[in-house]
C-alpha cells in the first residue's frame, strides 16, 4: 500500500498539502497527523473517496511516536511515498519576554519531531519516495525576535540537505522548502501571541498556502533540493550566500520596521 504521512494537517500548509496530493493516484491512503481531531475528522470528509488514517497527536510529547511506529510495523508491503513534515509554529518577541516552556515546544516540534518522524518512516521508503521537511526563508540567516524560530529552521535545512545527499544512492528525494510568509495560515496570527511591541508591522508579498504547496510539490518531483518557492524567499537565498550574517541582521532589523 501507497501512503503519504503528513503532520501538522488540521490547518495551513499541511492540511493544503493534502488537498493536492489527493489528486495523485498513486497515494492509496493519506496518513493525517495534528493534534486537532475535529479538523483531521473534517479533512478526512473532504478528501474522500480516498483513504484517510487520523493520529490526533501532540508531536511535542515523546509518547506519540511509538504509536506511528506502531502502525508503520503492523502494516505488510507499506510503502511511504511521501513525507511532509509541515507540522511546526513560531514566536515573534524578544527571548526574554518568551517563557522557557514554549521555546523547548518550539523546538521540539520544529527540529526533534521532524527528525524522529523521518527516521521511523525512512525503512518504510525506497526508491521514488519524497520527504519534504517544511522549513522557512528564515533559515537562511538569524533573525532576531524570531530568535529560536528561526535558528530551529537552519537546523532543519541543515538536517534536509545533509539527508538527501546520504540517500541520493537509494532515489529518495529530500526537499528543503523554504518559504517566506504566507498570508492565509495560522502561523502569523500564533506567532503574533506574544509580540507585545509590534515588532514586525507589515508583511510585504506573501505568498498562500495554495501557491507554496503547489509549487513545492512540483519542486519535490523534479528533484530539487532546497526550494525556494517565492520571489523574496528565492532573493534571501541568494543574498544570504553573499552577504556576511552580521550585515544581514541589521537588514532584518531594517525590515521589521516596515509599516
Request: aromatic share 8%; glycine share 4%.
Amino acid at each position: 500500500m501507497n501512503i503519504a504521512i503528513i503532520t501538522g494537517a488540521s490547518s495551513g500548509l499541511g492540511r493544503e498539502y493534502a488537498r493536492q496530493l489527493a489528486q495523485d493516484d498513486s497515494i492509496e491512503e493519506f496518513w493525517l497527523i495534528a493534534r486537532r481531531e475535529e479538523r483531521l475528522t473534517a479533512l478526512k470528509e473532504e478528501l474522500a473517496p480516498k483513504a484517510c488514517r487520523l493520529f490526533p497527536l501532540d508531536l511535542t510529547q515523546m509518547d506519540s511516536f511509538p504509536r506511528i511506529e506502531k502502525q508503520l510495523a503492523a502494516k505488510t508491503g507499506l510503502e511511504v511515498r511521501w513525507l511532509i513534515n509541515a507540522a511546526g509554529f513560531g514566536r515573534i518577541g524578544s527571548c526574554s519576554e518568551i517563557d522557557t516552556a514554549t521555546t523547548a515546544r518550539l523546538v521540539d516540534l520544529n527540529c526533534r519531531a521532524a527528525v524522529t518522524l523521518t527516521q521511523l518512516a525512512l525503512p518504510f521508503m525506497s526508491a521514488g519516495s519524497h520527504i519534504l521537511e517544511i522549513c522557512s526563508c528564515a533559515a537562511f540567516q538569524p533573525i532576531p525576535f524570531l530568535t529560536a524560530y528561526a535558528a530551529s529552521k537552519a537546523f532543519l535545512l541543515s538536517y534536509s540537505r545533509a539527508l538527501g545527499q546520504e540517500l541520493a544512492p537509494q532515489h529518495i528525494d529530500v526537499t528543503a522548502v523554504c518559504p517566506y510568509w504566507i498570508k492565509d495560515t495560522e502561523f502569523i496570527t500564533e506567532a503574533r501571541k506574544t509580540d507585545r511591541q509590534g515588532l514586525f508591522h507589515s508583511l510585504p508579498f506573501a505568498s498562500t498556502q495554495a501557491e507554496i504547496a503547489e509549487r513545492s510539490l512540483r519542486a519535490a518531483r523534479n528533484h530539487i533540493k532546497v526550494c525556494t518557492p517565492d520571489v523574496i524567499s528565492f532573493l534571501h537565498r541568494i543574498f544570504a550566500s553573499i552577504l556576511p550574517h552580521s550585515l544581514l541582521i541589521q537588514a532584518s532589523e531594517l525590515y521589521r520596521r516596515l509599516r
